[in-house]
């Protein structure tokens, strides 16, 4: 078999002119949902951290709280909750004004990867914090610096070097966990590419969704090298 042959047994041209646009517009919401979900959870986790490392014990019980359902529990199952669970109080969330949110499967997907993402994101943050050295705190003390000052510019910049790797790991596991989303009718990139399997029946559908995943995995994993390259070439 020539490799023209086996060229056009997976990229079928008619085929790819019938659904590619399908792919751009799928592959575009699978990155924007995670973008947006991750970054919403790294704001959160950071705070979800701060809670974990304060002396309050009601924040400390609170935050580990959160943090242990949603990691002890799955995805899937979170997102059904939300959507199927939450979704179908139909008539408390009018009343709440609120409905406008739960009946579409786009806000409870954004939601369900949020929070689910800020329950791994605190304990990369709260270890990347604990990992600051004392004596930094001790060197802003004896500076003078005020609480603020010393967070935002002393120990954050420094536990961020430590949780960038920890963080790239579980960005690339949330870009692979949002196939999950064309569960509830999300047309992401798993959803366009089921929806044209419906249709077509030829297996190479799957094989263009598995290499497009593997891109975007490939493009953010050499994206986040050179930011740690960047953050960290003050100690080479």
């Known amino acids: 078999m020539s490799f023209e042959q086996l060229l056009a047994m997976v ?13 751009v517009d799928g592959l575009l919401v699978t990155a924007k949902l995670v973008a947006i979900s991750f970054t919403l959870g790294a704001v ?8 974990r490392l304060s002396r309050s014990r009601v924040l400390q019980h609170l935050s580990a709280s959160y943090v242990y359902f949603f ?7 979170q997102l059904f909750l939300l ?14 004004g609120l409905w406008w949110f739960f009946r579409e499967a786009w806000y409870c997907a954004l939601l369900a990867f949020t929070l689910n993402t800020a329950a791994y994101q605190a304990e990369i943050f709260r270890g990347s914090l604990m990992a600051v050295a004392p004596g930094q705190y001790e060197a802003a003390r004896a500076l003078s610096l005020k609480r603020s000052t010393t967070f935002f510019k002393v120990v954050l910049p420094q536990s961020l070097l430590v949780a960038v790797g920890p963080l790239g790991n579980e960005l690339i596991l949330m ?16 959803g366009v590419t089921k929806l044209a ?15 497009l995943y593997l891109v975007i995995v490939e493009i953010v994993r050499r994206a986040l090298k050179h930011l740690e390259a960047r953050l960290g070439r003050h100690l080479n």
């Not at 990229?11 to 792919?23: K, W």
């Not at 959160?44 to 809670?51: I, K, P, R, T, Y």
């Not at 179908?88 to 709440?96: I, N, P, V």
């Open 11 to 23: 990229l079928d041209p008619d085929l790819l002119e019938r659904y590619g646009p399908r792919f």
């Open 44 to 51: 959160l986790g950071l705070l979800l951290a701060l809670a």
């Open 71 to 77: 990691r002890g529990s799955p995805l899937l199952a």
């Open 83 to 96: 959507y199927y669970g939450l979704g179908s109080l139909k008539g408390f969330w009018q009343d709440m």
């Open 175 to 190: 870009i692979k966990a949002s196939a999950i989303a064309s569960l509830v009718t999300l047309y992401d990139l798993m």
């Open 197 to 211: 399997f419906s249709r077509s029946f030829d297996f190479q559908i799957y094989l263009w969704a598995a290499v």
